[in-house]
């Protein structure tokens, strides 16, 4: 029997709380084709320039482009690069209630000269600062506001001063008191600093300095290691391009490793990973599931250049190629799937697996897949398909998403707007041009 609905389905708008270090990233792309006279360096030849909110800040942008809504905590500088952070996080709709802008704080930039999808040097600008004891407490008093209807909490802790233990003991309290997931992505050596998260994520070189071990000590020994000392109950492990590992208090393991088409920059999977982990959480999938999905984001993101962000659409186009019932939706989670169609040219057929559905019918379905550049989605009338017929389907190549009995096919058709719908009938295939005529009863 398959499985309903692949994990997906299952990812809907929320709230996130995302706490952390905000820089800015910088870019300078260009190429190299010449040597200096004046030192054996390359000449880079400019391009064009960009930039993006970094450390937490890049953590809201993928959770931003997954639909979930956002509150910030962090602070800026009031400085250039501290305004073009607030004005970019504005204009994704960002909450920066919880945002501070600080006199005389430096905005910590990274920037990145990139020359032919390489990069040549990273120049940063910062000064680590520690988080003045008044504005702290500023924050700790505006969280009942800022954590009101919030889903999860992701820290995301780059060591720049901001997370105080003060403020990560008052965060973490919050949090736990709302009893929803916290997933914290740590910074330097002690641990126990961020007692009662649900997951600590650090990356492998991260886990062995906390461990305190030697670099030849078994990832085991690693994981016992730091379960023990920071008393969380789930440890994941990032380890770049070998996926990922998860080690649970009870002395569970999980082990995920990662497919990989072309490793071009592993700068940013991290954040990716906090922000996958956080709404999965925030959507209350499993560890497990929610570990499985931020592993194959990793994998998207190592796969290109700079910070990048993997979309709702990006995930769905690849969980395809991990299994076929991830394409299989249900009526109560739609929003992953239009997501996933966005900007696609699209059809829906509407089947039933009565006892005529036969090979006849699975080439008309063939025959309706075979315009290029649109997808075919078939919705499936019945109220409880048989899992053997969902099995067939999903296994064909040529459906790209199954649709699962919603309140009707004109209900359907009016949420997610397709260009041409059809009904198939034994093996006959009638299309349907004005979807507002039908009965709202019928399917």
């Known amino acids: ?40 360096v390359p000449v880079v030849s400019v391009s064009h320039e960009s930039q993006l909110p970094g450390g937490a800040g890049n953590v809201i942008l993928n959770l931003r482009s997954l639909g979930a ?24 709709g960002v909450d920066l209630r919880g945002v501070l802008q600080q006199r005389g704080y430096q905005t910590s930039v990274k920037k ?6 390489q990069q040549m040097v990273r120049v940063d600008h910062e000064v680590i600062e520690p988080l003045p004891e008044h504005l702290e407490q500023s924050i700790i008093e505006s969280l009942p506001h800022i954590f009101e209807g919030a889903k999860a909490l992701a820290i ?10 003060e403020l990560l003991r008052a965060l973490i309290s919050f949090a ?43 990832i085991d020994d690693v994981a016992s290691t730091l379960l023990e000392k920071s008393s969380v109950d789930i440890l994941m492990i990032t380890r770049s391009e070998e996926g990922i590992s998860l080690f649970f208090a009870d002395g569970r393991q999980e082990h995920f490793p990662v497919s990989v088409r072309e490793v ?35 994998g998207i993101a190592i796969e290109k250049l700079g910070c990048a962000r993997v979309t709702i659409s990006l995930l769905a186009m690849r969980l395809l190629e991990v299994s076929h019932t991830n394409k299989i939706f249900d009526e109560d989670h739609l929003f992953a799937l239009k997501a996933a169609l966005e900007g696609k040219k699209f059809v829906v057929a509407s089947v039933s697996n009565n006892p005529e559905f036969s090979v006849t019918d699975i080439l008309a379905l063939f025959e309706l897949s075979k315009v290029e550049n649109r997808s075919l989605l078939v919705y499936v009338r019945d109220n409880t398909p048989d899992a053997n017929f969902l099995k067939v389907l999903s296994s064909l190549r040529e459906i790209d998403f199954i649709i699962l009995k919603h309140e009707s096919l004109k209900h359907l058709c009016e949420e997610i707007q397709p260009d041409e719908v059809y009904r198939l009938e034994s093996g006959v295939v009638h299309q349907i041009d004005d979807v507002s005529i039908l009965n709202p009863i019928c399917v």
Do not use: C, W
């Open 264 to 298: 071009k920059d592993v700068t940013g999977a991290g954040d990716t990973v906090l922000s996958i982990l956080s709404h999965a959480l925030g959507n209350s999938l499993s560890p497990i599931e929610a570990s499985q999905l931020a592993n194959v984001a990793a």
């Open 69 to 92: 809504e956002i509150a910030a905590v962090g602070r800026v500088g009031s400085d250039n690069a501290g305004e073009d952070i607030l004005s970019m996080l504005s204009k994704e």
């Open 1 to 40: 029997m398959v499985k309903l609905t692949g994990v997906i389905s299952q990812l809907e708008p929320v709230k996130i709380v995302v706490a952390g270090d905000l820089m800015l990233d910088a870019y300078v792309i260009g190429k190299a084709k010449r040597i200096s006279p004046e030192a054996p």
């Open 112 to 117: 990145r000269v990139i020359a032919d999808n």
């Open 156 to 165: 995301s802790d780059y060591g720049k001063g901001f997370l105080s233990n």
């Open 176 to 218: 736990n008191d709302m009893q929803i997931p916290i997933i914290a992505d740590p910074k330097g050596t002690d641990f126990t600093k961020y007692y009662g998260v649900t997951i600590l994520k650090p990356n492998l070189s991260e886990a062995y300095a906390a461990s305190g071990l030697e670099k030849n000590a078994s």
